[in-house]
């Protein structure tokens, strides 16, 4: 009797205990929680542009689109954003900060930086040798980019740092020796402004070069998504996946109707500067084994060149989302 007692009240608690677990790991259909996204205004917005237009009455999603990495970076840590499309080597700044409180679930663009000017006899790397060349943002991302790729290429160059591509942009227009580094869309917009210049070399490419097969690939941007929400609500975050995933192959299969969506939701001003960009942004999908070969790579070299980059060492295993 005992003994049928004893096996009655285990019975019971795993019962329990599995519903339990049913109600906290709810189905995707089940867990109608909306996720807070972030994403910046670029290319890693446009990647999203099919998700925010077939989720118009913000059934599932929350987006906020920024000007500044830095906006993103503390929504966050304030928990005010539960998934956001940030730079790469600020994902892993954010890893150290929030004390591995992060993880990456997705890399959402790769390289999208070229160089951009008159003179189109510049079509290596070696004859930027004496130049002067044009960027934003000093210690960010573009900044480490182009470093690298004059460091290991043995060119001596003058950099000028400009705080916005307009400004850079105007430099261009002004002076026909003049180099500027610049990201997508802007090298598009520069390009419609003014045909007297083109596009001399993709960063992308040159990058490539210097690491050979098997070497890392650049990565611009990548998603991360806080811990606590991913346990909390797996199944949604694989939903958000699904449909990230979806996004970003419509936009580069369709770019003309992905750059009405883009000018709808202001990321771009112009629908056919978009169209015209698209193409050149990298827009990409990549998780799972390829994402923490890719994105490690990446960092790997950032970190060798300046630990500072990406927030003073490498991430751990439990930084990456399989």
């Not at 419509?250 to 960009?277: G, T, W």
């Not at 960092?299 to 989302?321: A, Q, R, T």
Request: glycine residues 8%.
């Amino acid at each position: 009797m005992k003994k049928g007692l004893t096996s009655l009240v285990l019975v019971l608690v795993l019962c329990l205990c599995t519903l339990a677990a049913c109600g906290k790991n709810k189905t995707a259909s089940e867990d109608k929680t909306v996720i807070r996204v972030g994403s910046l205004k670029g290319p890693t917005s446009i990647g999203i542009i099919k998700m925010m237009e077939d989720d118009k009455d913000g059934a599932n999603y929350d987006f906020t689109v920024a000007t500044q990495a830095d906006e993103l970076a503390a929504g966050i840590i304030k928990g005010e954003l539960d998934i956001a499309l940030v730079p790469a080597n600020m994902a892993s700044i954010l890893y150290g900060k929030t004390e591995g409180k992060i993880k990456v679930i997705d890399i959402n663009t790769l390289g999208v930086l070229y160089f951009v000017g008159a003179d189109t006899s510049i079509d290596s790397l070696d004859k930027l040798s004496g130049k002067t060349i044009y960027l934003t943002g000093k210690g960010t991302t573009p900044d480490y980019v182009l470093q690298y790729l004059l460091g290991q290429a043995g060119v001596e160059a003058k950099l000028e740092y400009k705080s916005e591509a307009a400004e850079v942009v105007s430099v261009l227009a002004n002076d026909k020796d003049a180099i500027g580094f610049l990201p997508q869309p802007f090298v598009t917009a520069s390009l419609v402004k003014n045909d007297a210049l083109s596009i001399l070399l993709n960063a992308n490419d040159e990058w490539n070069k210097l690491q050979g097969d098997g070497g890392s690939k650049m990565v611009t941007g990548v998603t991360v998504v806080r811990s606590e929400f991913l346990e909390e609500h797996p199944e949604r975050v694989k939903a958000f996946l699904s449909d990230h995933k979806a996004s970003a192959e419509f936009v580069n299969s369709d770019p003309a109707a992905a750059s009405v969506y883009v000018e709808e939701f202001a990321i771009i001003e112009k629908a056919k500067i978009a169209e015209m960009a698209i193409p050149y942004c990298n827009i990409t999908y990549i998780d799972g084994n390829e994402l923490k070969y890719t994105l490690s790579g990446y960092l790997s070299v950032l970190y060798e060149m300046s630990p500072e980059s990406i927030g003073g060492k490498l991430p751990e295993e439990d930084f990456y989302y399989n």
